[in-house]
């Protein structure tokens, strides 16, 4: 195990050490288009503090995809599997002008990154996948000697036939808005109320954000553009087959493991099937909550591993004859299927614990990531069909996607909230703590809060959302929650 992860270490080492940048500096319209890209971002998002995020976070996500896409098509990059993650990841940061949790806005937003990375590089391989996801961090530190000598040959050219008039017609543009804009303000209420909206207040910390956004949104495009010219050498990484082991060698552990399998499924049916479960579950010394919330994490490390298992199995496997294939075929199917029999229990456990004691968000994410480790199961075992299936590495990767796609169109505050509401008009047990602490997402399932509950949850939200939100702020689960907290009846006692 040692000498496999030197071995490893090393050959990224070569990779990166043999990652050659694009031949010649930067593009003139390469440095243009990230700078246009860095000044409408900044000026999107430039009242993200005051007024949050919202169509502001597309706008800034149009313009880069915008900015990054000659390049790629000129590379070549633009391919059905590219367009597929990139517009996966275009989804991801639009989530940012629908929901209101931050939680899971920052998580959509920290997974378009490495979608983006993969859907630049692209290749069908797990080393293409994973290595293709990481390598945008590591292109922005590539890309500045290429985009400073870009930058210089612009400055040596003094007066380039396709850069300067560009230059010249965005300042400009930009200094004609300012000054006729201005004049227009002056002269109608109605027009400064417009751009009192679209345009965030000055300020020294305002404009702090704006230059730093503006950087970053820079230096992300030409690292994306970088990346699309350049792909590292990721074809490098790939390690030759391993050797087929004996079929007894491989197929003695992982009989022993489908067996332990089959008894854990066979006492989880005992379990499930028996009538007086207390009485069962005296013997632990367990309540039927706390015997669900013991081993949950354990299976959720137990589908993680079998993951593992099956990865290796797959490397050493025999398949010379009709009787290896016929082997690995049946062994790993039933490691498979007995696997989702695990996930099934996990995500039963998960869901008793949640019905005594309510939904949180941990628990919604871990259930979330549970069912996705099962959906990883099926694919795997229809991969193991064939024994060979280049799709599968891109299809395991799309669907941590569209899996997290699905988390945010659910509305997960709103689903943690209408959950618990449901929870308290059957038991009469509500965390109203829990509740306040959510997003504005969570506002339309408290409508159905009994009296008083709801109208204090309502005023709570009521002072929480009320502050101006410029237009380049509107978030659809704000402006829901505006319209329900804004019909809300007065409070008669304190809350």
């Known amino acids: 195990m040692t000498v496999d992860l030197e071995k490893a270490v090393n050959s990224l080492d070569r990779t990166f050490e043999t990652w050659s940048p694009p031949p010649g500096p930067a593009p003139a319209r390469v440095l243009v288009s990230a700078l246009i890209a860095g000044l409408v971002s900044a000026a999107a998002l430039g009242d993200v503090f005051g007024g949050g995020l919202g169509i502001n976070v597309v706008i800034a996500a149009v313009v880069v995809a915008l900015a990054v896409l000659p390049s790629a098509r000129s590379a070549g990059r633009v391919d059905l599997?590219?367009?597929?993650?990139?517009?996966?990841?275009?989804?991801?940061?639009?989530?940012?002008?629908?929901?209101?949790?931050?939680?899971?806005?920052?998580?959509?937003?920290?997974?378009?990154?490495?979608?983006?990375?993969?859907?630049?590089?692209?290749?069908?391989?797990?080393?293409?996948?994973?290595?293709?996801?990481?390598?945008l961090p590591f292109a922005g530190g590539r890309m500045l000697p290429w985009a400073g000598s870009g930058v210089r040959a612009v400055a040596r050219s003094g007066r380039g036939p396709a850069t300067l008039p560009i230059i010249w017609a965005t300042l400009t543009a930009i200094g004609l808005l300012l000054v006729f804009g201005a004049l227009f303000a002056g002269a109608d209420a109605a027009?400064?109320?417009?751009?009192?909206?679209?345009?965030?207040?000055?300020?020294?910390?305002?404009?702090?954000?704006?230059?730093?956004?503006?950087?970053?949104?820079?230096?992300?495009?030409?690292?994306?553009?970088?990346?699309?010219?350049?792909?590292?050498?990721?074809?490098?990484?790939?390690?030759?087959?391993?050797?087929?082991?004996?079929?007894?060698?491989?197929?003695?552990?992982?009989?022993?493991?489908n067996l332990l399998f089959v008894a854990f499924a066979a006492v989880q049916a005992t379990v499930l099937l028996t009538a007086d479960k207390d009485r069962l579950l005296?013997?632990?010394?367990?309540?039927?909550?706390?015997?669900?919330?013991?081993?949950?994490?354990?299976?959720?490390?137990?589908?993680?591993?079998?993951?593992?298992?099956?990865?290796?199995?797959?490397?050493?496997?025999?398949?010379?004859?009709?009787?290896?294939?016929?082997?690995?075929?049946?062994?790993?199917?039933?490691?498979?299927?007995?696997?989702?029999?695990?996930?099934?229990?996990?995500?039963?456990?998960?869901?008793?614990?949640?019905?005594?004691?309510?939904?949180?968000?941990?628990?919604?994410?871990?259930?979330?990531?549970?069912?996705w480790l099962g959906v990883v199961i099926v694919l795997i075992a229809a991969a193991g069909i064939r024994l060979r299936a280049a799709w599968l590495p891109g299809a395991v990767a799309g669907s941590a996607a569209a899996a997290l796609i699905t988390l945010a169109a659910l509305n997960p505050d709103g689903f943690i909230a209408q959950h618990n509401v449901a929870r308290y008009n059957e038991t009469g047990k509500?965390?109203?703590?829990?509740?306040?602490?959510?997003?504005?997402?969570?506002?339309?399932?408290?409508?159905?809060?009994?009296?008083?509950?709801?109208?204090?949850?309502?005023?709570?939200?009521?002072?929480?959302?009320?502050?101006?939100?410029?237009?380049?702020s509107a978030n659809l689960g704000r402006h829901r929650a505006r319209a329900i907290v804004a019909d809300r009846a007065v409070p008669t006692e304190s809350c």
């Open 191 to 257: 027009f400064r109320d417009l751009l009192g909206h679209l345009v965030p207040p000055v300020s020294v910390g305002t404009s702090l954000w704006q230059v730093l956004v503006c950087v970053a949104v820079i230096g992300f495009v030409l690292a994306a553009t970088f990346l699309a010219l350049a792909p590292p050498p990721v074809s490098e990484l790939v390690s030759p087959p391993g050797r087929p082991a004996g079929r007894w060698v491989w197929a003695v552990p992982l009989v022993a493991l």
């Open 430 to 472: 509500l965390d109203t703590q829990y509740l306040y602490g959510l997003s504005a997402d969570a506002v339309p399932a408290l409508r159905g809060l009994p009296e008083p509950h709801r109208v204090c949850a309502l005023e709570h939200f009521a002072q929480r959302l009320d502050h101006d939100e410029g237009r380049l």
């Open 81 to 135: 599997t590219g367009a597929g993650f990139a517009l996966a990841a275009l989804c991801l940061v639009s989530v940012g002008a629908v929901r209101d949790a931050a939680w899971i806005v920052g998580l959509c937003m920290a997974a378009s990154v490495p979608l983006i990375s993969y859907a630049l590089v692209g290749g069908r391989s797990w080393t293409h996948v994973l290595a293709g996801g990481l390598a």
């Open 282 to 371: 005296r013997s632990t010394g367990l309540g039927y909550a706390e015997y669900a919330r013991q081993g949950f994490f354990q299976l959720v490390i137990v589908t993680v591993l079998v993951l593992v298992v099956v990865a290796v199995a797959v490397r050493y496997a025999p398949r010379g004859s009709v009787a290896d294939r016929a082997v690995v075929r049946s062994l790993l199917g039933a490691l498979c299927g007995l696997t989702l029999v695990v996930v099934a229990v996990a995500l039963r456990r998960l869901y008793l614990y949640e019905e005594a004691y309510g939904w949180t968000r941990l628990r919604l994410w871990v259930h979330a990531f549970e069912l």
